[in-house]
């Protein structure tokens, strides 16, 4: 999810020296790869849905202050309630998604599912934005990958262990789905030129969709900070201060340096670091179908999203904010 298509090499883009941008893409592939092993962590104690409506507004607050303190020019309602439908696609949905899923469904097999936004991006584009109908190699990628997905779906701990798993699976597809729709309509809106402080007010509109969504569902009276574990607490710091606001930092400014193109690299990475740390760290299951399921669902992803380029989104959205 790029800012402006507008490459590395156009005028006025600064310089930048190649141990900071190694230092940025490693940043982005790890720190986002890991995310969601930290998010399995964090809901073993903590409500999902509250878990992330505290860590998207603690991370909006703290990044529009700082956005403001630097002289950034205050927000238009207009752009406060593109930000606010943006926010309860994006995250209400799309994140929402995720930390409930994660109760059923491997975080490393989640990770994989988040990359399928692409796939619905396409769908979407040509249903209700551009209108543009598919090239034959991109229908070609929707089916193989729906297809991938299906395989996933059936492995041995995901949809293969019961109900709850196949429920997890079409709640993420869901999820995927809202994240791609939101993508999408940010690219209509009149954007703030200051991208931390448009990622912000994401931030603080999703994550107080996702605190409604805790409320409405009887997340509250299950609140209880004495019986949070230490390892929640501990993720969810991690996913505050690293990957919302460390990462994401490092992901805009990557979009200033290089091109769009090399910075969206990190969707084909991070589900490879998710499988292999939820293999490594929580003994998640990697078997031979899930493997082909995987290499089948990147491969369709790599194959679409190498051809529409034109889906990049207008301003900078909360880059997988799923993250």
């Known amino acids: 999810m790029s800012g402006s298509e507008t490459s590395a090499s156009s005028v006025g883009a600064p310089e930048a020296s190649t141990v900071l941008v190694i230092a940025a893409f490693a940043a982005v592939y790890v720190i986002w790869g890991s995310t969601y092993l930290a998010i399995r962590f964090a809901i073993e104690s903590i409500p999902p849905l509250f878990m992330a409506s505290v860590r998207f507004l603690v991370a909006g607050a703290l990044l529009h202050a700082w956005s403001l303190l630097r002289g950034g020019l205050r927000p238009t309602w207009p752009q406060w309630r593109g930000a606010a439908i943006a926010g309860a696609l994006m995250l209400g949905a799309g994140n929402g998604a995720v930390v409930i899923a994660e109760q059923w469904v491997p975080s490393g097999v989640t990770a994989v599912l988040v990359a399928c936004v692409p796939l619905w991006m396409v769908v979407f584009d040509a249903a ?3 209108k543009t109908r598919p090239s034959v190699r991109a229908q070609g990628g929707l089916l193989v990958g729906f297809a991938g997905v299906a395989l996933l779906a059936g492995t041995p ?10 429920f997890g699976v079409v709640l993420l597809l869901g999820g995927s789905a809202g994240w791609a729709a939101g993508s999408l309509y940010l690219r209509q809106l009149d954007a703030p030129r200051d991208a931390l402080l448009w990622v912000s007010m994401q931030m603080l509109m999703g994550g107080t969709v996702l605190g409604i969504l805790s409320v409405a569902t009887l997340e509250l009276p299950d609140v209880n900070l004495g019986q949070m574990s230490g390892r929640s607490l501990a993720s969810l710091l ?3 201060v690293f990957g919302a606001i460390i990462a994401y930092s490092a992901y805009v400014w990557l979009l200033r340096v290089t091109t769009p193109a090399r910075v969206g690299t990190y969707a084909y990475v991070n589900p490879v670091i998710a499988l292999f740390l939820g293999w490594a760290l929580a003994d998640e299951p990697i078997s031979l179908p899930s493997v082909v399921a995987v290499i089948v669902i990147l491969g369709s992803v790599v194959a679409i999203v190498s051809e529409r380029r034109n889906l990049g989104v207008r301003g900078v959205t909360v880059g997988q904010a799923s993250k």
Do not use: H
């Not at 701990?157 to 196949?166: F, Y």
């Open 128 to 130: 209700f934005f551009s």
């Open 238 to 240: 991690y996913l505050i």
């Open 157 to 166: 701990g995901v949809g293969g262990d019961g109900l709850r798993g196949i």
